[in-house]
């Protein structure tokens, strides 16, 4: 039997988590309609037609940070749990702890004694290494590497093909540029791009 999976979300992260579901075989997708509009008007956001039952678990299939967060945050979810979705064709070490509403894309490697927050997505090819503890609702781009570790707070977002170096601590609500390389701690919130990176100004 087939457990029916409350997918929230349909442009091109949607469309990849679907992939990942298509390849596990374990969930019927039910698509959600939701009106992101009325999160820039501060007005609350609505799923339309929400309807779940005992079976149902549902994910957050959008790569924007806030909203994910917002959405994770609705009272309409908080009768059923959110679903972690592992593509078969990534590595999780039996060590590792993956936290509810995550996303491990295929050819990510996630190494031993990772710890992985709620609501994150670890995105195709994306490496983290030994000892690193990530946050909740962080996004690490494809080709991403975090090296052994680290420690990446909530709310980061890691671009393509970014590197941070052993040992490296990132504060919360902060953005690096593709191709970044991260060689010291960064606590004030911003985006930093370069290499080694530095704030954008």
Known sequence: MHQK????????????VKEVIGSLHDFKIKNITLHISNISQKKPLKLEHFETDDSSGYF???????????????KQLKEIS??????????????????TG???MPGAIVRENVVVGNHCIINTGCIIDH??????????SPG????GKCSINDRVFVGAGVIVN?????????IIGSGGVVT???????TYIGNPVRLKT
């Open 5 to 16: 999976i409350i997918l929230i979300g349909t442009g091109g992260h949607a469309r990849s």
């Open 60 to 74: 957050i299939a959008i790569g924007d940070i806030s909203i994910r967060e917002h959405i994770a945050s609705l």
């Open 82 to 99: 959110a679903i972690t979705l592992i593509s078969p064709t990534a590595t999780i070490a039996p060590t590792a702890s993956i936290g």
């Open 102 to 104: 995550v996303v491990v």
């Open 131 to 140: 000892d690193s503890v990530i946050g909740d609702f962080v996004n690490l």
């Open 144 to 147: 991403s590497i975090i090296c």
């Open 166 to 174: 052993d040992g490296i601590t990132l504060g919360k609500d902060i």
């Open 184 to 190: 010291k701690d960064l606590a004030q919130p911003g």
